[in-house]
């Protein structure tokens, strides 16, 4: 039986999927702001913060204008509770250790990046169009996760050990990115958004080289977490909805 | 207060040097780090070049604390891009510092243990969203008062820093004050929360510029090496002649009865900070002091194993093409 999938309301999905996950992961990786290792760190993590946060805008942007709600970026992004954001579990994840927030962000990258590839070529010109821009901002993204993860994964026993307790943590939530539901289904079929079951070859493949390269051993075991994209998440995103969302929620009436 | 420090370094230089040095300078040359310099001039640059440095990474934290409730995704990106800039900032310092013979995992450790001091206004909470207001406005606003002069600073890795951040600095200050914009016209809880941080932030903003000229002994050294181009006293009323006009554009009372425009001086008349809380600030004792300190203490330790596994990884690279062979 086929499901029968209303096309507006998967495209509205689809975008808020990408603007949840990049709203989301900027949001954890804006927490680091003045705590980094090194100060380079510190500028670089504000920088791949402000290029996912400026991603939002465009996707979520997008969303609340296909939708024709007069929702904007902003009432997606300050006025939805968890059970309506669509982002990927992984991205919730709380920032740990910096061997944590360096792997999180790298399994994300190594999607995210063949991700806008393939919506730079979505029928749907507007789509296409934030994805080119996001993609160039995310292939920088990805060269430098990937860099210090081999850095790291490769460099003292202790920073070794992290990484790789790092890996085996976050490792269960990688499996959604590529699993698809009706809704990319149908998004694929129409061309809109790429088939996520053809990432899986581009994802894997780039993974195990710089795992490898790393030294780092690829769990065992196929179990994978999901649930972010249909709305139930871990507890810890409605802790980031509450700091977020504060303000714009406590003050309803209030311009900024 | 640095004054005590520098007083003892009064040096032992030949007078000829000091004398053809103090030329240079007062012929408006460049002194460069491979050239000699009185070993006073360098300590006193190391001590002002890292304590600028490390107010930039501890001026990240009060801002740092509203990046996570910034109201809407514009006032975010641009609070990030902000901070990234301080960041950037505090780089570029600790490069024109290291030029003077100091690492900048010296500068940190003295200043982790509590050798070395940051801008006092860092230990002052960030309590309301208007507050990222006041920061950017009243802060980075004094920040360029004390920071344009510099631009022409005898020490060429430092005077090309200060031209370099200064670039930056009137954005932080347009976006502070477009911040308090919005708050002193918006609703009754925004114009309170305005009011609010003006009154808190006032006071610390003028001591800024540190004591009052009569109270710094070593003013007139630092000034004669051009390392200072100002007195205190003087950035201090001009920060002041800046600033009320833009509170009355907003609607805002500066929390000074005695604030008064005198015109035959052509500024205004206002009340000193409090010098004593300003000492006690500096001696640890201002409202987050401790945290800062130990946010800044924390990073450093818990970023170790990731500063250790870099140089580990580098040396392996080093040593694998000769392992090859
Ligand atoms: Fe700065
Ligand atoms: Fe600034």
């Known amino acids: ?256 | 207060m640095y004054a005590q420090m520098v007083k003892s370094e009064a040096t032992q230089d030949d007078p000829e040097a000091l004398a053809a040095f103090q030329a240079r300078i007062d012929a408006g040359e460049k002194i460069e780090p491979k050239e000699w310099m009185p070993e006073g001039y360098r300590k006193t640059l190391i001590r002002q070049i890292g304590q600028h440095a490390h107010s930039e990474i501890v001026g990240q934290l009060p801002e740092g604390n509203w990046i996570t409730r910034a109201p809407t995704l514009e006032r975010k990106a641009i609070l990030l891009a902000k901070v990234q800039d301080e960041a950037g900032h505090g780089l570029y310092l600790y490069c024109a510092a290291e030029t003077l013979g100091v690492s900048r995992d010296e500068l940190t450790e003295a200043l982790l243990a509590g050798k070395m001091k940051y801008s006092s206004i860092f230990n002052y909470p960030t309590l309301t969203w208007a507050d990222i207001g006041a920061v950017g406005w009243l802060v980075d606003g004094a920040a360029i008062m004390n920071q344009v002069p510099l631009q022409r600073t005898s020490f060429g890795p430092y005077s090309r820093a200060m031209i370099r951040i200064c670039k930056e600095e009137s954005f932080h200050q347009r976006q502070g004050f477009d911040i308090m914009r919005k708050m002193a016209n918006g609703t009754k809880a925004q114009r309170h929360m305005a009011q609010d941080a003006l009154n808190r932030f006032w006071y610390p903003s003028l001591m800024m510029f540190g004591p009052s000229d009569k109270d710094s002994v070593h003013s007139a050294q630092s000034m004669a090496w051009k390392i200072k181009m100002n007195t205190n006293d003087e950035l201090r009323q001009k920060f002041v002649d800046q600033t009320v006009p833009q509170a009355e554009y907003l609607g805002l009372t500066v929390p000074d009865p005695d604030l008064r425009w005198n015109a035959e001086k052509g500024g205004y008349d206002f009340s000193e900070p409090d010098w004593t809380e300003f000492f006690e600030v500096l001696k640890g004792n201002g409202p987050c002091n401790a945290e800062r300190l130990a946010a800044r203490q924390k990073a450093w330790d818990d970023g170790a194993w990731v500063r250790d596994g870099l140089m580990a990884h580098a040396a392996k690279q080093r040593s694998a093409p000769i392992a090859a062979e």
């Not at chain 1, 949001?27 to 946060?53: F, K, M, Q, Y």
């Not at chain 1, 061997?99 to 010109?125: E, I, K, N, V, Y």
């Not at chain 1, 088939?195 to 390269?213: I, N, S």
């Open chain 1, 1 to 256: 039986m086929g499901a029968v999938v209303d096309m507006d309301a998967a495209l509205f999905a689809g975008l808020c999927r990408l603007g949840d996950s990049t709203l989301v992961l900027g949001h954890r990786v804006s927490e680091w702001c003045g705590h980094a290792p090194v100060l380079e760190e510190d500028i670089a993590l504000a920088n791949t913060a402000l290029d996912l946060i400026g991603q939002t805008q465009m996707w979520l942007g997008l969303a609340g204008e296909m939708e024709g709600k007069a929702r904007n970026a902003d009432a997606l992004a300050f006025h939805r509770d968890v059970w309506e954001f669509r982002n990927l579990l992984l991205v919730e994840r709380p920032n740990g250790d910096f061997g944590h927030t360096l792997m999180r962000q790298f399994l994300f990258d190594a999607w995210h990046q063949p991700m806008l590839t393939g919506l730079a070529q979505s029928r749907d010109a507007r789509v296409a169009e934030i994805a080119a821009k996001a993609g160039k901002e995310v292939a920088y993204h990805l060269e430098r996760s990937a860099d210090l993860v081999i850095r790291l994964g490769d460099g003292s026993d202790e920073s070794h050990a992290r990484m790789q307790v790092a890996l085996d943590t976050l490792w269960p939530y990688t499996g959604e990115m590529m699993t698809p539901d009706a809704t990319d289904t149908a998004l694929a079929d129409a061309g809109i958004m790429p088939d996520l079951v053809g990432l899986q070859a581009t994802w894997d493949g780039l993974v195990r080289d710089v795992l490898a390269e790393a030294t780092l051993a690829i769990p065992d075991g196929g179990f994978m977490h999901k649930g972010g994209k249909q709305g139930q998440h871990s507890e810890h995103l409605g802790h980031m909805l509450a700091t977020m969302q504060f303000l714009p929620r406590a003050y309803p009436d209030a311009t900024w």
